[in-house]
């Protein structure tokens, strides 16, 4: 391998990490607020929102409302499914195959 | 070390691998085509593990960028890991440094919602993690391995809806996060902000403002919404 190359990913490596590790190290000794805890409670369906929207919405960061957006218009009878059978697996094959037909279709 | 929480944890890697397969070949085959080696391809996934910013890692060196200019890209695009690592902290608490250290190595958007998920209704267990993690990394390891010798021997994954996987599991993720009308608000307000932030400045920077803006809101709501 190109030493250089591997220095490369050796600093991504570095960079990526850090982040990953330094809260979950350092904070789990130390008690934490009250206030603190109730935040971080509501950091997984934040983040989980905020990760997924764009995907739906935005097509090379521009806005994408249109039939042809298989990925929204497949993701509402997706949320149906999950919330109506809460199970994670079924709800993934279930958007695969809506998202395959709306394919077909659109 | 706990074999039954260890065996819990890969299984329920089941959806990440079904998203990873797909992304890790394209990002195999796009390696490739740009001039790296399968060992570096591989080693990429190795050492850095991380989708989204391998994906823009190998377009910035199709670019000729500078490695600094890589390495400095990498680190905002994967800065928002250290709000999920935070959030992590209530659930491993008392589990020891190493391990956890170990543990943060392979966090990623989608471990990471995998395990909340869990730890809402189960004991959270850093062995779990550890399976769950471990699991999810083979997967992507392999995949872009596949990807990088056989690739172009494969067709279109996007014709079996498998690029649909990750969000899918996102969406039935988030759904499970949705219990009282605090988290309805909080998801409400990060996918909105997400995407209008995504849409007007560029970069990486649209899921963490709108994250931590959404989970600020959500403790500002308690005063108003009553829990449930």
């Known amino acids: 391998m190109d030493p250089k190359?591997?220095?490369?990913?050796?600093?991504?490596?570095?960079?990526?990490?850090?982040?990953?590790?330094?809260?979950?190290?350092?904070l789990s000794r130390r008690p934490i607020p009250d206030l603190v805890l109730r935040w971080l409670r509501y950091v997984p369906p934040a983040v989980l929102a905020a990760l997924l929207v764009p995907e739906l919405l935005l097509q090379g960061g521009e806005w994408h409302f249109s039939f042809g957006n298989a990925y929204l218009v497949a993701a509402l009878p997706t949320f149906l499914v999950a919330l109506w059978f809460r199970h994670m697996v079924l709800t993934v094959a279930a958007g695969m195959v809506l998202v395959v037909i709306l394919r077909g279709l659109l | 070390m706990d074999k039954v929480q260890l065996l819990a944890g890969a299984r329920s890697a089941l959806p990440i691998i079904m998203g990873y397969l797909p992304l890790g070949f394209a990002y195999g085959v796009l390696a490739r085509s740009i001039g790296l080696t399968v060992l570096e391809t591989v080693a990429m996934s190795v050492i850095v593990y991380a989708g989204s910013s391998q994906f823009i890692a190998v377009g910035l060196l199709a670019a000729q960028a500078s490695p600094l200019t890589i390495i400095f890209t990498t680190f905002l695009v994967n800065l928002r890991h250290l709000l999920m690592s935070a959030s992590l902290v209530p659930y491993l608490r008392g589990v020891s440094q190493p391990l956890l250290a170990l543990i943060a190595y392979e966090l990623t958007d989608e471990s990471?919602?995998?395990a909340t998920t869990y730890y809402q209704e189960h004991q959270a267990s850093p062995y779990f993690q550890l399976g769950l993690n471990f699991t999810a990394q083979v997967a992507w390891v392999t995949s872009s391995l596949v990807g990088a010798t056989v690739g172009n021997l494969i067709e279109e994954p996007a014709r079996y809806g498998l690029d649909f996987a990750l969000p899918a599991m996102f969406v039935a993720l988030l759904v499970m996060q949705l219990k009282n009308k605090g988290a309805w608000l909080v998801a409400a307000v990060g996918g909105g902000l997400a995407a209008v932030i995504g849409a007007s400045v560029p970069g990486n920077w649209h899921i963490m403002i709108a994250t931590v803006v959404a989970a600020t809101l959500g403790v500002v709501s308690e005063k108003w919404i009553p829990k449930s």
């Open chain 2, 112 to 114: 990471f919602a995998v």
């Open chain 1, 5 to 26: 190359i591997l220095a490369l990913f050796l600093g991504m490596g570095l960079v990526t990490y850090l982040p990953r590790m330094l809260p979950l190290v350092f």
